[in-house]
């Protein structure tokens, strides 16, 4: 097994997060967001690592992920953050995890598995306030808490909404967040006045967290800032917590002239060197990274030159030092190259670059 191309995640860094997120959100209760293999960091030892460091739940996006963190022995309480299907009701159940509902639908199911093997579930009711991708519009959930109330096996854990531009920082957009909070806020309250107490009420992922006070209610929902990204005007001491690593495969000489990888996209203006490193857009380094990266060996940073390959990409050494075998920096814990100023440089984001690493790229643990 080759672990020469690796995902080197440091857990202590990860607790150094957990506590700047404590810190700023004062007494609230945190939710680690791990879905999506832990943004690519690992599910199994990122929420492990979560529960030891005194997370108070977990996010999923899937049963199937809820149940692997179940079945590796972690007794967090889990949320399962997505719609799930009526067919994995009964999985919901067993597990112990805890749905969000949009709507009624599921309600029967858990009643019929629950009246059959015993125990009770505990559930959230999620608000739409302007996402408009799941929950129930804020006019139908008192019915539907009431209507989940009407059955004994069931009681609602809390109530959530999800906002869909706390990250932007135009006047639009803090005029449509501003609205999805007292749109929640209403809701809490109508459900007050009719007798029906929440305790568990959470709206911010990690821009409400670190832009919005009045989103925090009981819990804050802490995704990428966990995982040590966050908006450039924010120093809160929050660090990546992932280096994207591999080594020099072979050293070689280029002549003048000449071109490299694919497509022929970059040709050489002088004899230079170049060390080929095995590390390409199967593991995460995105092609649009052609011609527009540069990878950091022995402390200097080296462009990379021609196409990224599946599994392969050049970098220009000219005559730096660098040896066979020498490690190398794809992007990580680095001001100049980590997964938001890479992001920059695809147009995408660095929630998108994190999940795309490869799953043949070894994570690898300290702290
Ligand atoms: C993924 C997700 C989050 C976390 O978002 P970040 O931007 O990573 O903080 C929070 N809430 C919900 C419902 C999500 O799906």
């Given at each position: 097994m080759s672990n020469y191309t690796i995902a080197e995640v440091d857990l202590s860094l990860l607790h150094n997060n957990i506590k700047i997120i404590r810190s700023i959100t004062d007494n609230v209760k945190?939710?680690?967001i791990v879905k999506a293999n832990a943004y690519g960091h690992g599910i199994i030892e990122i929420s492990k690592a979560s529960e030891r460091f005194g997370a108070d739940v977990l996010g999923v996006a899937t049963v199937e992920e809820g149940i692997r963190i179940r079945e590796s022995g972690v007794s967090l309480p889990i949320i399962v953050l997505f719609q799930h299907f009526k067919d994995e009701s009964d999985l919901v159940c067993k597990y112990n995890l805890i749905p969000i509902i949009s709507n009624a639908d599921c309600l029967e199911y858990y009643d019929r598995y629950l009246k059959k093997y015993g125990g009770k579930?505990?559930?959230?009711?999620?608000?739409?306030?302007?996402?408009?991708?799941?929950?129930a519009r804020p006019e139908e959930v008192l019915s539907l808490a009431k209507k989940v109330l009407s059955y004994d096996t069931l009681s609602i854990e809390g109530i959530n909404t999800h906002y869909a531009a706390a990250d932007m920082q135009d006047e639009y957009s803090k005029d449509f967040t501003n609205n999805q909070i007292r749109i929640f806020n209403e809701v809490l309250n109508e459900l007050k006045s009719n007798g029906i107490e929440i305790n568990n009420a959470h709206t911010a992922n990690s821009a409400a967290l670190v832009s919005y006070r009045n989103t925090y209610f009981d819990m804050v929902r802490a995704g990428i800032i966990l995982y040590g990204y966050i908006y450039d005007d924010y120093d809160l001491g929050i660090r990546p917590i992932l280096n994207l690593k591999s080594r020099v495969a072979l050293l070689r000489n280029i002549k003048k002239g000449e071109s490299i990888s694919y497509g022929m996209t970059w040709k050489s203006n002088s004899d230079t060197r170049v060390a080929v490193i095995p590390i390409g857009y199967a593991d995460g380094v995105p092609r649009g990274l052609s011609n527009n990266w540069e990878v950091k060996i022995n402390g200097n940073y080296y462009p990379i030159r021609g196409r990224v390959c599946m599994d392969t990409i050049v970098a220009d050494i000219g005559n730096g030092n660098v040896n066979v075998e020498d490690e190398v920096l794809i992007f990580g814990n680095d001001e100049r190259i980590n997964a938001n100023t890479l992001a920059?440089?695809?147009?995408?984001?660095?929630?998108?670059?994190?999940?795309?690493?490869?799953e043949r790229v070894t994570r690898v643990y300290k702290e």
């Open positions: 945190l939710l680690n579930l505990k559930l959230y009711i999620k608000v739409d306030t302007g996402l408009n991708r799941m929950g920059k440089r695809i147009n995408g984001i660095s929630h998108e670059i994190l999940v795309n690493i490869g």
